[in-house]
């Protein structure tokens, strides 16, 4: 069993920064791939990015490469987002989640935690 806890969304001006932390419970952290997803209102969560166990294989999506940079601190039992030039298009509720095996589709995270807002003004 995994508990995850996000922390760090809030209002944003567009081409600022955040960073995302999700905290994990458990024993267990180093061996599960976790990855961060993203739900606008009126919309499906869509992935935004993953990491494996490791932190040796990275995937995003398309429309945050190259702004968004996820990692993990397994001492820690801690993976991170951060998010800069921040548009207003990524406005959505931020959720990371655990899971086995590595993978970019939410149907493969077993955990979940309750999600973060993240909110970028024009």
């Known amino acids: 069993q995994v508990q995850l806890v996000e922390s760090g969304g809030g209002l944003v001006q567009a081409g600022g920064s955040l960073r995302l932390s999700c905290a994990a419970s458990?024993?267990?952290?180093?061996?599960?791939?976790m990855g961060w997803f993203r739900q606008a209102p009126g919309k499906e969560r869509e992935f935004v990015a993953a990491i494996n166990w490791s932190g040796a294989r990275l995937d995003y999506a398309d429309s945050v490469k190259g702004r968004f940079t996820i990692s993990r601190d397994n001492a820690k039992n801690t993976v991170y987002l951060q998010m800069n030039s921040l548009k207003p298009e990524d406005t959505a509720v931020y959720y990371c989640?655990?899971?086995?095996?590595?993978?970019?589709?939410?149907?493969?995270?077993?955990?979940w935690g309750q999600g973060t807002q993240v909110t970028v003004s024009s």
């Open positions: 458990g024993r267990t952290f180093s061996r599960y791939a």
């Open positions: 989640a655990a899971g086995t095996p590595y993978s970019d589709s939410p149907v493969n995270y077993d955990y």
